[in-house]
DNA sequence: GTAATTGCAAATACTTTGCCACGTA
DNA sequence: TACGTGGCAAAGTATTTGCAATTAC
């Protein structure tokens, strides 16, 4: 059973032109289930897709749609990059430990858009949005 | 003649019991006058450190400094890590264009600072700072 | 049928380390 | 003198690409 938000995933790809393969829908279940940024390895090595596709093809399926807008990928501070899904009017700003990791979603609201309006306002750059992480040591690590 | 805010930082740098060398002046005067986060390659391929030392060597000490607080290892989002010169007092968010890569700072005061206090007390953690990145295609790119 | 997608393997890019020589304190 | 630093070269990790085979539409 594919979970709504899954589906409507699904369908911004299809009217965007790429095609439903296995690998494209075993991808977006396996970052809604996971509910954090992801990297390549992790994506490529995740039960639903280990077996399913090689880690070019999950590559080059982030690519594809990152340029759609459909993921997005983040800076972070680990060498590899991460990836998260894209669902219309939903936000996240993460916590991540300089010790272990661990990458958590904020949850106070995002106090950057006041900001953000005015920068695109007074800079004119075109398709602006932002990312904000906070980072710190996690009382287990502490 | 050495810039004040650079023969500071120098201070700190022997206070954290580093050795004065031509090759850590280089690195920090070039920090500093750039004003803008540079990879390894821009600063080990920049006129004052290009002749002065090895790149593996600019990249020991950046590693040294990073771990003393003197420079902040961040993200961005290119496949390079970016350095940028920690001053204290000092907090900069910055506007990267998705077209060129040009980064600049943000010169409004940084509205995070309120949050960053909440997650401070709510949380536990410790050691806490954050990363504020705006991404947009910049007016000469669009 | 046709163009998008995939697998495999090879090529890049950037980072990180080993080891011994060197210079600062 | 002693230990932090530096150079050079090699290894490591993550990303990216070429090309022929496959698959969705």
């Keep these: 059973m594919i979970p ?3 589906r409507q995933t699904i369908d911004r790809c299809r ?14 279940v396996t970052l809604h289930e996971s509910g ?13 897709l280990a077996d399913q ?7 080059r399926l982030l690519q594809r749609l990152a340029s759609h807008g459909i ?16 669902v219309p009017g939903k936000h996240s700003d993460y916590l991540i ?20 309006e005015e920068i695109r306002a007074n800079t004119g750059y075109r398709n602006l949005y932002h990312e904000l992480e906070f980072f710190g040591l996690c009382p287990q690590c502490a």
């Design 97 to 116: 430990c300089t010790g272990c990791g661990s990458i958590e979603a904020v949850q106070a609201p995002c106090p950057v858009h006041q900001l953000e």
């Design 71 to 86: 993921v997005r990928r983040l800076g972070l501070h680990e060498r590899a990059a991460y990836f998260t899904l894209l």
């Design 36 to 48: 954090r940024p992801m990297t390549l390895a992790e994506l490529a090595g995740s039960p639903r």
């Design 15 to 28: 009217a965007a032109g790429l095609r439903r393969t296995k690998a494209l829908e075993e991808l977006l």
């Design 53 to 59: 596709c090689d880690k070019a093809t999950v590559f």
């Design 4 to 6: 709504s938000v899954v």
